[in-house]
């Protein structure tokens, strides 16, 4: 059973790059995990990671 501090998480939420996000979250990402993306990549653009 699960606690209620219990949270469900999406891909390793220590990942800071967007782009890593994606790759761990999927081809069908959760609700939650696009939120997540839709965050990181504000604070950190895609295009803005040098390659």
């Known amino acids: 059973m699960t606690e209620p501090d219990d949270e469900v998480t999406g891909p390793d939420d220590d990942v800071t790059d967007p782009e890593e996000f994606a790759e ?18 504000k604070k950190n653009p895609p295009w803005s990671a040098p390659g």
Do not use: C, N, S
């Open 24 to 41: 761990e979250a999927g081809l069908d990402p959760t609700p939650q995990e696009v939120a997540r993306y839709e965050e990181l990549a």
